[in-house]
């Protein structure tokens, strides 16, 4: 054994509480990391993940971290050792360069206690051994994107990151693909093949029916919108819209939203407008498509959807027919219930949806969340998620959100996330996780006061962050989490990401230089393998996201995140925050917050449940959803109540939605 630094004795002792990670850097065309332990003491683990290869000419920062009480890396402390002096050059803080191809086991000691890696060193220009695309079975609806992964690899098992990769489907008609993103065309199956070098891989693609089908509309949801969900509604029947107004604040019955979405008609676009303001209790569930949300419509303090006993406050169901859903502007949220209960707001399928200006707090599982459902489910695609505030999750589940595809269905998946100007705060961890999302953008997004670590991704998740603000606050200090902010799990799949333009305050305050801190390994471990890390977003949304830097982007988060905002009769915005939002904002604004598991565990802990005002309704005589004071403003026809879906300006956007969007209609 040669060993390069004392510290303790350097004999094997048996204690356990040590564990060796890794600090990888690499060039950028090689894949590089540490495998699992060899050998250790009851207790020890590896931080960064499954065996791969070091390539002559890459190096490698081996790094000891003591587990006990909690874990804890060690500087300038530990002995390093490795009986392999001829295949590896290891030096006194861990370093390793590799010197040729071989095997070469490292040993660090501590004060009596020890671990081992195993390092592979391959020559390079490895040639593709295995191809695997996954998920290798999908369903979607016509007209739905979804996402493959290809993953290749070396002789040695090392990821080959730019290995070129052709794509071809059976059928162009049935699933077109490009760089492995799909669109489903008509109905039926096809066959996807991903070939690299001498390798190949399918993935069989099964197309079912939509009931939605294309027509003439606006480009986006509403001018504002952005990323994968933008095109929400465009694809609904605007020639003859159905506008339901909610005129009571009751669970069930007459002028109640659950009536109303009880009768939303098919492909017919629906617009759900609010002449109460106020509180509805009891949770909602959503079961058809082609519907229109608008919180911004309700008088007073704007409508709150609280979910009683810890239950759900709005589900999105399972089946495709809920695709092509926008929801702004309300606020839904939950009551103290049993740990792991229900989520606040949970995605289980469906396609093209946007929520936007949402208030999400108090979930006894996790606050905000999408999955499809693994039986008789569809997979979730094209959502965009923006300038939503994200918070309080109670302990002893304080969780903010889970993105992922399930489990125990690989057919079904996630993938199209757009995560856009919100605003996550005092949720302990899960802001947000995500588990093989096939391609999610997280952007101009501000993180606040977690606990354990910010955010978690895993099982080969692809994603892009993007000047976004990570924030420590009370919490995060009392537990010494300031570094911890998106951490990869050492099992399965791994992720790809690119990386640019974060700040993580106190940690890493500048937007510039090495972002790899951003995601790493769990436990404190160092970054993932070079090859996970990409140099150019990889998300291709339908329409590209305005990005700002993540100063300029925490400013707008926290100025306009939640349902800040309602509209006058007149059709003009006017400021609507309520008494929770505030304070949430405001603890953001100010570093304080709860620093404790017990200061997070009822909605008593900020304050409570806000009363909201009912308001008085705007007159609307015909009921066509647009104030009589709207329609005298422009010119319409306070009496017709035909003219709603009526463009008399040509830009694709009818009446009411100009109405909805704050904006003129002629």
Not at 279 to 305: F, H, K, M, N, W
Not at 359 to 388: H, K, L, M, R, W
Not at 573 to 587: E, F, G, N, S, T
């Amino acid at each position: 054994m040669v060993y390069v630094r004392g510290a303790g004795r350097r004999t094997k002792p048996t204690s356990p509480g040590v564990m060796v990670g890794s600090l990888i850097v690499c060039s950028l065309i090689v894949a590089c990391s540490v495998p699992s332990s060899e050998t250790a003491s009851e207790g020890f683990r590896i931080v960064n993940g499954s065996a791969q290869t070091l390539v002559l000419g890459d190096s490698l920062h081996l790094e000891a971290v003591v587990l006990e009480p909690l874990p804890r890396r060690l500087t300038g402390e530990v002995a390093w050792g490795t009986e392999h002096p001829d295949v590896i050059e290891l030096g006194p803080d861990g370093t390793v360069v590799p010197r040729s191809a071989g095997t070469a086991i490292v040993t660090a000691e501590y004060l009596g206690r020890w671990a081992t890696v195993t390092i592979k060193v391959s020559s390079g220009n490895s040639p593709v051994a295995s191809l695997t695309l996954e998920p290798p079975l999908m369903t979607l609806v016509t007209g739905q994107r979804g996402g493959l992964q290809a993953i290749a690899r070396g002789p040695d098992g090392e990821f080959l990151k730019d290995a070129p990769i052709e794509w071809q489907s059976s059928d162009p008609g049935t699933v077109r693909v490009e760089s492995g993103r799909l669109l489903a065309g008509r109905p039926g199956e096809a066959v996807v093949t991903a070939r690299a070098g001498n390798q190949s891989s399918t993935a069989t693609i099964s197309v079912v029916e939509s009931n939605v089908p294309p027509s003439e509309g606006p480009r986006r949801a509403f001018p504002e919108a952005g990323g994968f969900g933008a095109d929400a509604l465009v694809r609904c029947d605007r020639s003859r819209v159905q506008v339901l107004r909610v005129t009571s604040t009751e669970a069930t019955g007459p002028g109640s939203l659950a009536s109303a979405l009880e009768q939303i008609e098919g492909d017919r676009l629906t617009v759900v407008v609010f002449a109460v303001g106020g509180t509805i209790r009891g949770g909602l569930e959503l079961r058809s498509g082609c519907v229109y949300l608008a919180g911004q419509t309700a008088p007073g303090d704007g409508i709150q959807i609280l979910g009683t006993n810890g239950a759900a406050a709005f589900s999105v169901d399972r089946f495709a027919a809920t695709s092509d859903v926008v929801v702004r502007y309300m606020r839904f949220r939950s009551t103290k219930g049993e740990s792991g209960r229900q989520d606040v707001v949970s995605v289980h399928g469906g396609a093209r949806m946007v929520f936007d200006h949402l208030s999400v707090q108090f979930g006894n599982d996790e606050v905000f969340s999408i999955e499809p459902v693994a039986t008789n489910g569809v997979s979730a695609s094209d959502i965009t998620i923006s300038n939503t505030i994200i918070a309080a999750g109670l302990m002893p589940h304080s969780t903010g959100s889970l993105f992922m595809s399930p489990k125990s269905n690989e057919s079904l998946s996630l993938s199209g996330l757009t995560l856009y100007r919100n605003l996550w705060s005092h949720n302990s961890h899960r802001n947000p996780a995500m588990g093989r999302v096939n391609g999610v953008e997280i952007v101009n997004n501000v993180m606040y006061n977690w606990k354990g670590n910010a955010g978690r991704m895993d099982r080969g998740t692809r994603a892009d962050l993007i000047s976004n603000a990570f924030l420590a606050g009370p919490w995060t200090r009392a537990n010494g989490r300031e570094d911890r902010i998106f951490q990869h799990d050492t099992l399965g799949a791994l992720s790809t990401v690119h990386v640019s333009g974060n700040i993580a305050r106190p940690y890493q305050p500048s937007p510039n230089g090495d972002q790899r801190w951003v995601v790493k390994y769990l436990a404190g471990g160092g970054p993932l393998p070079a090859s996970a890390y990409v140099e150019h977003p990889q998300a291709r949304p339908l329409v590209p996201l305005t990005i700002v830097g993540a100063e300029d982007a925490t400013t707008a988060v926290l100025d306009q995140s939640g349902a800040s905002r309602r509209l006058s009769c007149d059709g003009k915005w006017i400021d609507a925050r309520d008494p929770l939002d505030r304070r949430i904002v405001a603890d953001v604004r100010a570093g304080t917050g709860p620093s404790t598991d017990s200061e997070m565990d009822d909605p008593s802990d900020l304050g409570g449940l806000p009363n909201l005002a009912r308001g008085t309704p705007c007159a609307d005589d015909d009921e066509d959803g647009m104030p009589n004071a709207y329609e005298a403003r422009f010119d319409l026809d306070p009496r017709n109540a035909a003219d709603a879906s009526e463009d008399p300006d040509g830009d694709g956007y009818i009446n009411i939605e100009e109405y909805l969007n704050g904006s003129r209609p002629r």
